[in-house]
């Protein structure tokens, strides 16, 4: 069965301090790859999504880039963290097509302090 | 642009009454969507998905929803909710064809014993 992780689940980082939040998806092929905010009244906000390796895809400028260095891997990285970076980060994956649903994985709560 | 709206933003209701949830977008084009949930601690779920066909479809722990096309409108509902139906709700659209899911800002939906 397709399981997807996503690590660590919680982290505090200064201001100006990189990150690099990941993701893996096992049990299947060239799936389609996500990151999502969720924020309180905001619902879920697409940042990035993913086709294929090294394929990425943004939504909203920002101070996050993202890579998809295999297939199965999704990073969201930043060279130096902003106080508004704060929020819940979710990692989905789909089928191929992406009319199949999401699977999301557990999320990351980042503080910026 | 396109855009989902989940008008209700808290509901409480007691245990056996009946549940509602509004979800309305903007797009005209074709459509697939979906209900997740969140149970407190827990990650996001599929509940249900509309995909085509039958626009009353049947999801999990006996949710339907309704897809209007007319009104641009995909309802939740539950005849009779459950203590551990407490949890936030979101409605998603994907355009037919693309890889983009565009969310609601979700409602949280308490239910008293």
């Known amino acids: 069965s397709q399981t997807i992780h996503q690590w660590p689940a919680t982290l505090v980082q200064p201001v100006g301090s990189p990150l690099s939040l990941e993701c893996t998806v096992e049990?299947?092929?060239?799936?389609?790859l996500y990151w999502y905010r969720q924020a309180a009244g905001r619902g879920l906000q697409l940042l990035f999504y993913?086709?294929?390796?090294?394929?990425i895809s943004s939504e909203v400028p920002q101070n996050l880039s993202a890579s998809r260095p295999q297939d199965r891997q999704f990073i969201l990285s930043s060279k130096k963290l902003l106080l508004s970076d704060s929020g819940f980060y979710l990692c989905?994956?789909?089928?191929?097509?992406?009319?199949?649903?999401?699977?999301f994985g557990s999320g990351t709560r980042l503080t910026v302090v | 642009a396109q855009s989902v709206s989940q008008h209700n933003h808290h509901v409480i209701l007691s245990e056996a009454a009946s549940l509602e949830l509004g979800c309305n977008y903007s797009?005209?084009?074709?459509?697939?969507l979906f209900w997740y949930v969140q149970y407190p601690g827990q990650h996001l779920q599929l509940l249900l998905k509309?995909?085509?066909?039958?626009?009353l479809v049947k999801g999990i722990k006996g949710f339907e929803a309704e897809f209007i096309k007319s009104k641009f409108s995909f309802n939740l509902r539950k005849p009779s909710v459950q203590w551990s139906d407490t949890a936030e709700y979101f409605c998603?659209?994907?355009?037919?064809?693309?890889?983009?899911?565009?969310f609601g800002t979700g409602t949280r939906l308490k239910v008293l014993a």
């Open positions: 989905a994956w789909s089928k191929t097509g992406g009319s199949h649903g999401y699977t």
């Open positions: 049990g299947t092929s060239n799936p389609n």
């Open positions: 993913s086709v294929g390796i090294g394929q």
């Open positions: 797009y005209g084009g074709t459509v697939n």
């Open positions: 509309y995909f085509s066909g039958d626009p």
């Open positions: 998603a659209v994907n355009p037919a064809g693309t890889y983009k899911y565009i």
